[in-house]
């Protein structure tokens, strides 16, 4: 039987280079994330997804690659990185890396190798253009930064397609060495320990836009083929897609015989879901993701799953929502102008958009409790600041607050940092750090802690069927999970007014607390149908006829 660990895992997202600086050089480095997984373990979490770790000029933090096969030197070597995988391991920590093949640095050998000779082995491995394409700001991803999609070389004498930023080539996946060397590029992080891969940009990698032919292939085969790769290689890795796509593609890219083709990704960033819970938020009402809820695909394979998430390292998008509706998540989380990012989301962090504690654990709770794989960005566990003064995205990517002293105990150095710790105001290392809130009662980090730990208590939510209760009020969103003969019910309540509700679940006897909050005085048992008030931004997670205390 296949081992799908992953239904039940909780995913830990972080990048390398500002998790936890160990040599002082003012950059994260793999010698501090392996003295610091202490903390990781703590927390519940059984998955570590890194953030590209490979050599690069660092324009687009770490997503231009000049060395699939390598280490950034800034954050270490191969026997550093080695040395943390085992380290991982001993603690029971799967590692999920990304894998980002969609383009490389036009620095990357490849590629000048490509550009220098039109005989070159590698010429054929992007994408050209011997003439000014018609249009070169069609699909242009970051608007306001980006310019074009096509860039002319003068050494190549033509024009390249870059689906990113003029600095990131893209690959030609009509090429069948090109789909080699991701295979190869997979097998080798196999080899040293790796349990998964985050696919970057996934549907920029399976198109064949701007070649003069289109090849009599279809470019979904080649997620078949990293699929059967991975299965051959290392039964139980996965791959993960981020892929913010709408819900009618969903099942293209899981693949799987109920869907009708070959199996394909494991998990898929809910991104539709991700957007409405924020229109959730702004609204105070739990009506847009019971919405979101009931537009996934029916009939999934066994093996698909969505990934959940909060915030990641990007901005977050709000592409999926009406004009009028991200206005409303604009209004209420980002309305500085300086706050939004490619006229379609945010540069913020989840705590300085929520600002406030019990907000931020129902936030925390609804990630554990929506059906799928739930996916943490590092610092959200205890309400990191975010530092608007950084270019685009590096917003919400500032160093770990881990305690109130020389640089929030991210660097013990003096030298220059690769971006400053978030020190001002009540989200800045000063009150908000690790050391603060470890074993404090009633403090975020401790909340979640107990969070994780209950959602891993709960497989009914990772592995079963969730049905959304009904004739609750629209602030009040209520789910039920099942599987196998078992049921969990959690409650969420968007707005910050108290309010009652009476759930009605058919064939239950009694309710048995699992964990409430904010204010933790969740009845120890309870009819069913019985009346259960929630406080402001309350929720409360119960089993379904557990065992009576």
């Avoid at 929502?321 to 980002?334: C, Y």
């Avoid at 009020?473 to 196998?484: F, T, Y």
Wanted: hydrophobic share 40%; net charge negative.
């Amino acid at each position: 039987m296949l081992d799908l660990w992953y239904k039940n895992a909780v995913i830990y997202c972080l990048d390398v280079e500002t998790f936890m600086d160990a040599n002082g050089d003012g950059v994260g480095d793999f010698s501090g994330l392996t003295d610091r997984l202490d903390h990781i373990e703590g927390l519940g979490a059984t998955a570590i997804w890194l953030n590209p770790f490979y050599p690069t000029p660092n324009r687009d933090n770490g997503y231009d690659i000049t060395d699939f096969y390598g280490i950034d030197p800034r954050l270490g070597n191969a026997g550093d990185f080695v040395s943390f995988a085992r380290a991982a391991s001993d603690r029971g920590l799967k590692l999920i890396i990304d894998l980002v093949v969609n383009h490389c640095s036009v620095d990357h050998p490849w590629f000048q190798s490509a550009r220098s000779d039109p005989d070159s082995p590698y010429r054929d491995w992007f994408v050209w253009s011997k003439e000014k394409p018609a249009d070169i700001t069609e699909g242009i991803i970051f608007p306001g930064v980006q310019e074009a999609v096509w860039t002319y070389d003068e050494k190549a004498g033509a024009w390249y397609m870059h689906r990113f930023y003029a600095h990131q080539a893209d690959f030609n996946i009509a090429n069948p060495a090109v789909r080699a060397e991701i295979l190869k590029i997979m097998g080798y992080w196999l080899e040293l320990g790796v349990w998964g891969f985050r696919i970057d940009a996934v549907p920029f990698l399976i198109e064949y836009k701007g070649l003069d032919e289109e090849p009599d292939r279809d470019p979904m085969l080649l997620l078949s083929e990293m699929r059967d790769f991975l299965s051959w290689r290392r039964a139980g890795a996965i791959m993960l897609a981020e892929a913010n796509i709408e819900r009618e593609k969903a099942p293209e890219y899981f693949g799987g015989r109920e869907f009708g083709a070959d199996e394909r990704m494991h998990l898929i960033l809910d991104f539709p879901l991700n957007q409405a819970m924020w229109l959730g938020f702004a609204r105070g009402a739990a009506t847009p993701v019971i919405a979101a809820l009931g537009s996934r695909p029916e009939g999934a394979p066994l093996q698909a799953q969505w990934a959940t998430f909060l915030r990641n390292h990007d901005e977050l998008s709000l592409d999926k929502l009406s004009d009028s509706e991200r206005q409303e998540v604009f209004d209420a989380f980002g309305p500085d102008p300086d706050m939004q990012l490619y006229d379609r989301g945010l540069r913020r962090r989840l705590a300085p958009m929520l600002d406030d504690t019990d907000r931020l654990a129902l936030a925390q709770s609804l990630l554990f409790a929506l059906p799928g794989t739930p996916v943490m960005w590092y610092g959200d566990e205890i309400g990191q600041g975010e530092d608007l003064s950084q270019n685009e995205r590096d917003a919400v990517r500032s160093p770990m607050q881990w305690a109130d002293e020389h640089r929030g105990g991210f660097s013990r150095g003096t030298g220059d940092l690769l971006r400053p710790v978030v020190e001002d105001g009540p989200w800045g290392f000063h009150e908000t750090n690790v050391a603060a809130q470890r074993g404090r009662p009633g403090s975020l980090l401790t909340r979640v802690q107990q969070l994780v730990r209950c959602r891993r208590a709960c497989p009914e939510i990772g592995w079963g069927d969730t049905e959304v209760v009904e004739e609750l009020p629209e602030q009040v969103l209520g789910l039920v999970s099942a599987w196998r003969g078992t049921r969990v019910l959690t409650l969420h309540n968007f707005s910050a007014e108290p309010v009652r509700c009476a759930p009605k679940i058919a064939d239950a006897h009694h309710l048995v607390a699992l964990l409430g909050g904010p204010d933790e005085a969740a009845p120890g048992q309870l009819d069913p149908g019985g009346e259960i008030e929630l406080q402001g931004y309350g929720y409360r997670w119960y089993r379904i006829d557990g065992e009576r205390a």
